[in-house]
């Protein structure tokens, strides 16, 4: 036997990876067996050929069950990401079926994103899959953890920390735009820089794009007078429609509430670097059909089909 021959007889078989990875959410011998279908002295035997291949005891019996061992918690990732790997390769064949399909799909997505976007994706997939159903989660620093682990299938909206190791598509630009009450009693038709300075504002403290809008702000030197601030855009629009406040805000979004509320759009008469609405997802699922047609939906809807950028 050559040393390839030698090294290929020392990998562990694809199942005793299984039976470790149900041995370690288990922690049960009887338990991995009948999800195995099989007896508790073949998998006892299965367990014993792992320790031999691996050098380690792996599990030990205890009051709580079979406990890992060091060895076993260092291993379990890499032996999971190998059953990952051989499962999308058994699967390359697979489709996905939209109208037979009761999956189950998480979008990680701004507030604004609730509002403009997450009504046409949902109109649309009632309509293609009927028996599909979605949860919209929020963007934070989890998200990158919840789209590689699966938690998590896409993530919408302007997410820039997700550029550097997950695929991206460009959907729409977005430039800003200020609302106002359209019976303001000191703004017309055009917002200027000096009534910018000096009316009250709505602050929108959360979102993506907030830190962007603020860094501008400090850039061009102009401190607007904040009387409220709020965690996000719910309620925006009743307030600006009763009260003489104006905000600042993505175009898409304001808009949109624009049309809900009957309020005034304005350019923004301070000059804020625009940015591109995107949707992210982990390489581990780009040729997952599912996912690959949860992007496809998107696309469909959004690309190069966002709001009108500002006119020059």
């Not at 792992?50 to 060091?70: K, W």
């Not at 998480?106 to 979605?134: F, K």
């Not at 702000?217 to 629009?237: A, I, K, N």
Request: proline share 7%; charged share 20%; glycine share 6%.
């Amino acid at each position: 036997m050559n040393k390839a021959d030698t090294a290929d007889a020392a990998l562990p078989e694809v199942h005793l990876l299984r039976l470790f990875d149900l041995l370690y959410s288990t922690h049960s011998v009887t338990r991995a067996a009948e999800q195995l279908g099989l007896s508790q002295p073949t998998v006892s035997i299965w367990l014993g050929k792992l320790r031999t291949q691996l050098h380690d005891p792996l599990f030990v019996r205890t009051p709580a069950g079979m406990q890992p061992t060091p060895r076993a918690d260092e291993l379990i990732v890499p032996a999971r990401e190998a059953l990952e790997a051989l499962r999308r390769l058994s699967a390359q064949n697979a489709v996905f079926d939209p109208g037979s399909s009761t999956r189950r799909f998480r979008i990680c997505m701004t507030d604004a994103s609730h509002i403009t976007l997450l009504p046409r994706v949902l109109a649309h997939v009632r309509a293609l899959a009927p028996g599909v159903s979605l949860e919209a989660a929020r963007i934070d620093d989890e998200t990158a953890h919840a789209l590689q682990g699966g938690e998590a299938d896409l993530a919408l909206g302007f997410v820039p920390w997700l550029e550097s190791g997950f695929y991206q598509q460009a959907l729409f630009p977005q430039d800003w735009v200020c609302l106002s009450n359209p019976g303001h009693p000191r703004i017309g038709k055009t917002l200027t820089l000096r009534a910018y300075r000096h009316e009250a504002h709505i602050g929108i403290v959360a979102g993506t794009g907030s830190q962007m809008l603020a860094d501008a702000l400090e850039r061009h030197g102009v401190q607007r007078r904040v009387v409220l601030e709020l965690p996000g855009f719910l309620g925006l629009s009743a307030i600006i429609s009763t009260t003489d406040l104006i905000a600042t805000l993505p175009r898409h979004i304001g808009e949109t509430l624009a049309s809900m509320g009957a309020l005034r759009v304005h350019a923004c008469p301070v000059p804020v670097p625009p940015f591109t609405v995107k949707q992210h997802w982990h390489a581990r699922y780009h040729h997952e059909p599912g996912n690959r047609w949860l992007r496809s939906v998107v696309a469909t809807l959004f690309l190069n089909q966002g709001p009108r950028v500002a006119r020059r």
